[in-house]
């Protein structure tokens, strides 16, 4: 236990040493919440709608409809504002009277806005409750590009509507999970320098077991994470009374699985790469790619079934469902919480066991 | 200026023979949007497809995310040995980091060419000429981001701070600019939000190029690129000192 105590005091050290870094992740952390509180306000969840021509009378005709916000663009509006996301559907009026979707987003989209004109279309369903952005299926024989006159395009499933979702909690985590596990990594790198200056073979010829030195990273690592993440959301719960959408407890435990994530993956980074540079890029690049297939920023819904099927494993899928149901009151998070402990016990133990097999090795 | 020929040459053979960078600068985007271009597929499929608008989007993120090759070129361990020792010769030290900022800007600007490249023909729309239209604002947008990673490099003196504080400041402006998902379809107050990021505004000048026409955004974003590296070599100029290198 003392060699635990020694290690973890010189872990303590060098963070105070290296202050001013730390300060900088503690910063971004900060900023990059504000930001995800700030977008999680509540959104319109509406269809965008450009109208072009004699704009009355499309206005009059969509006016009435809840699910539509109509904007009436100085000049034409192009492709690049759906690449970007601004408009969902462009409609032309012509001198006869007669509107049509000249440019959608996707085909469900002009079949709708078709039908809303017609004044018999279906109402834009809402995204589902867990996710950021519903889906908008796409019609067969419809060409991927090219204006659209959308008379022809049946609707055949829910639209996407632009809103988010998500409760306060959900929204924050969706936004912030990327940014805590890319920290996590960051901070946690006291391996890979143990070994790129020669450290371990000192520490191989004192009574210290790998297992307390790995101990005592991961636990270091763990707090740099969890701390600053869990007193931005206290302070930012107090100030805005609800408790960004879950109680104390709960924001415990749902950053308690995120920092104990991050710590171990980086543990397995550090132990397994050769040099700090490597284990850098490539934690940055595995928390990146993972975190966009587990549908912590697009929608599981959005994706195709091999996809989801491969994203319901990924941890990070987990700590969202865990964060959902806890801010949707289920009681049942078992599931979620089982495949996060499973995730970071198998990292644990694999950074355990390249430990204790390169010791062997006499490569420490 | 011979001598910086030969620093440069000897700096684009070194990134050449780093497995990790060539796999950043060519198979990295690529990965890259076939996921997003997956996740994003049932988002779009009419004004154009999901996979059109994430290449946009990635490719765009792989000429800022040139900055961490960069900082990696310019101060690794390895490569810092040897220029301590190059700057105890009669070299001028501008020689150093314009070597590597220029090296690494090739060597990138290269990778993403090919990728370009290979979209295009794998059918996904990135404008004239197999997506080369786009050439010039890579590569001034690889050069200002290579140029803003050595001198970052120069400002906190350590490769590692450096590339922890550049990767997580570029995801953070990357996914507030919309590149993972969009933001301006949340709402206003996410488009308010959205429009601080240089990411909007890159990848609006680059949609309107591919997809509209209109190339006066993309040479705005171009000059500006230009402007911003040759502040950041200005910079280069002021901070860096030799003795950082001991």
């Known amino acids: 236990m003392s060699c635990f105590s020694a290690f973890f005091l010189n872990l303590v050290r060098r963070v105070r040493a290296a202050g ?14 504000q930001i995800a509180l700030f977008v999680a306000l509540p959104g319109e969840g509406r269809l965008r709608v450009a109208v072009e021509g004699q704009q009355a009378s499309a206005s009059r005709l969509l006016a009435g409809v809840p699910s539509v916000t109509v904007t009436h663009p100085r000049s034409a509006p192009g492709r690049a504002d759906i690449a970007l996301g601004r408009l969902d559907a462009v409609v032309e009026v012509a001198p006869d009277g007669s509107a049509g979707v000249t440019l959608a987003r996707s085909g ?44 022809a395009a049946p609707a055949t499933g829910p639209v996407r509507g632009p809103a988010p979702a998500r409760g306060p909690a959900s929204t924050l985590m969706g936004i912030w999970l990327m940014f805590l596990l890319t920290v996590g990594a960051l901070c946690g790198r006291f391996a890979a320098q143990d070994r790129e200056r020669r450290m371990l073979g000192r520490l191989s010829a004192t009574p210290a077991t790998p297992g307390f030195y790995l101990a005592a990273n991961g636990i270091a690592t763990f707090l740099l994470c969890f ?31 995120t920092a104990a994530l991050a710590a171990a993956f980086s ?60 801010e949707s009151g289920d009681a049942a998070i078992g599931a979620p919480l089982g495949i996060v402990a ?9 950074a355990y066991l390249v430990t204790v097999s390169r010791l062997r090795r006499g490569k420490w | 200026m011979e001598t910086l020929y030969a620093i440069f040459r000897r700096d684009l053979l070194n990134l050449g023979r780093k497995g990790s960078f060539v796999f950043s600068a060519t198979v990295f985007p690529l990965a890259l949007v076939g996921l997003l271009g997956l996740l994003n597929e049932g988002l779009f499929g009419m004004a154009m497809t999901g996979w059109d608008v994430c290449a946009v989007n990635i490719m765009v993120y792989m000429a800022v995310y040139s900055s961490m090759i960069a900082t990696n070129s310019f101060m690794e361990r390895a490569v810092k040995a040897t220029n301590l020792r190059v700057l105890f010769t009669p070299v001028p030290l501008a020689a150093l980091y314009l070597g590597k900022i220029l090296a690494t800007t090739i060597f990138c600007a290269s990778g993403y060419f090919v990728d370009l490249v290979v979209l295009s023909l794998l059918g996904i729309h990135l404008g004239p000429g197999l997506g080369m239209g786009l050439a010039p604002l890579v590569v001034t947008l690889t050069l200002a981001s290579t140029s803003i990673g050595v001198l970052l490099c120069c400002l906190v003196k350590d490769e590692p701070t450096a590339n922890r504080i550049l990767s997580l400041v570029v995801n953070i402006a990357a996914a507030l600019g919309g590149v993972f998902f969009s933001m301006e379809s949340l709402g206003g107050t996410a488009a308010a939000v959205a429009g601080f990021s240089p990411f909007t505004w890159l990848r609006e000048a680059v949609f309107r190029f591919v997809w509209d026409g209109q190339a006066m ?12 590296a040759g502040a950041a070599v200005l910079g280069c100029r002021a901070t860096f000192k030799s003795e950082d290198y001991a």
């Open chain 1, 108 to 151: 469900a989209v002009a079949a709708t806005v078709t039908g809303l004109l017609r004044g018999a279309g279906e109402a834009v369903q809402p995204a589902p409750a867990d996710t950021a952005a519903g889906t908008a299926a796409i019609p067969a024989g419809v060409p991927a590009t090219g204006p659209v006159h959308a008379a």
């Open chain 2, 217 to 228: 955004g993309t040479a705005v974003a171009a000059a500006g690129s230009l402007l911003v």
């Open chain 1, 227 to 257: 701390v600053p993440a869990l007193l931005t959301v206290l302070v930012e719960g107090a100030l805005r009374g609800d408790g960004v959408g879950l109680p104390a407890a709960a924001w415990v435990l749902v950053l308690g699985c």
């Open chain 1, 267 to 326: 543990l397995l980074v550090d132990t397994l790469l050769p040099d700090e540079d490597q284990a850098v890029m490539v934690a940055g690049m595995a928390t990146l790619f993972t975190t966009l297939l587990s549908g912590s920023f697009i929608a599981p819904a959005a994706q195709g079934r091999i996809l989801r099927a491969v994203s319901t494993v990924m941890p990070q899928r987990a700590i969202m469902e865990l964060t959902g149901r806890l």
């Open chain 1, 342 to 350: 499973a995730v970071i016990a198998g990292f644990c133990l694999a």
């Open chain 1, 20 to 33: 001013g870094e730390y300060a900088v992740y503690g910063a971004l952390l900060i900023g990059v919440a």
